[in-house]
């Protein structure tokens, strides 16, 4: 059964800090693998989704990397704003029916 | 306006009352996801739908059930609320044909059974 993990839980970091996030999944068969970010009391927006066969993936000042065979993603935000306090989850994609596993994500505070 | 509109955004009922959530889209998607986040446990998939006859359990149904009278709609159904049914419930859709594939996501529904 596949999990994933999210470490840290939390993360307190001041402006302008270049940040790693870390997601670990147990079973390297995926589909793929998305990023999301949730804001307090709001649903979940998309970040990046990097296809298997893909090492990274970038969006502005965040860059997604995949490794596999390591079962690991990392999630890379570049001089950090305090816009970007969230939530961040990672979730996992097993095969072409898009049933997500999704990680506890990782509270992101950005202190002005 | 959004996407993917949930209906009620907040609720609170008792315990054995019958509850339905809605959720209905105008992204064109075939695919539609009901999600359930509780606090540590991340989200986890309730049912899913692919199209109007393709309705699916996900690894958390039984309580649950759902109904998808169009394309563009997808419900879900508590018969009978318990507490321990009290969390966010989302619904989303995707459509492999379009972009990569990625879900949007409503934004959510607070659910309290009391």
């Known amino acids: 059964k596949q999990e994933v993990t999210q470490i840290p839980a939390a993360l307190s970091v001041p402006e302008g800090e270049n940040l790693v996030l870390n997601c670990s999944f147990t079973d390297s068969a995926i589909y793929n693998l998305q990023w999301f970010r949730q804001d307090p009391g709001k649903g979940l927006t998309s970040l990046l989704l990097i296809q298997s066969s893909q090492r990274e993936q970038t969006s502005g000042r965040l860059n997604a990397s995949l490794d596999k065979s390591s079962g690991r993603s990392t999630l890379y935000i570049a001089a950090s704003q305090p816009g970007d306090s969230a939530t961040y989850l990672c979730a996992v994609n097993g095969g072409a029916t898009n049933k997500l596993i999704f990680g506890t994500g990782t509270l992101l505070a950005v202190q002005p | 306006d959004a996407d993917v509109t949930q209906t009620p955004r907040n609720r609170i009922t008792k315990t054995g009352k019958r509850i339905m959530l809605e959720c209905s889209q105008t992204?064109?998607?075939?695919?539609m996801y009901w999600y359930r986040q509780d606090p540590g446990l991340g989200l986890r998939l309730i049912y899913y739908?692919?199209?109007?006859?393709?309705?699916n359990k996900g690894e958390i149904s039984d309580g649950y059930s759902v109904s998808r009278q169009a394309q563009a709609k997808f419900s879900l159904s508590l018969e009978s609320a318990i507490p321990n049914q009290t969390a966010l419930y989302f619904c989303a859709t995707s459509d492999p044909r379009q972009g990569a594939g990625e879900l949007f996501f409503g934004e959510g529904s607070r659910l309290t059974v009391l």
């Open positions: 739908s692919f199209d109007v006859k393709d309705i």
């Open positions: 992204k064109g998607h075939d695919r």
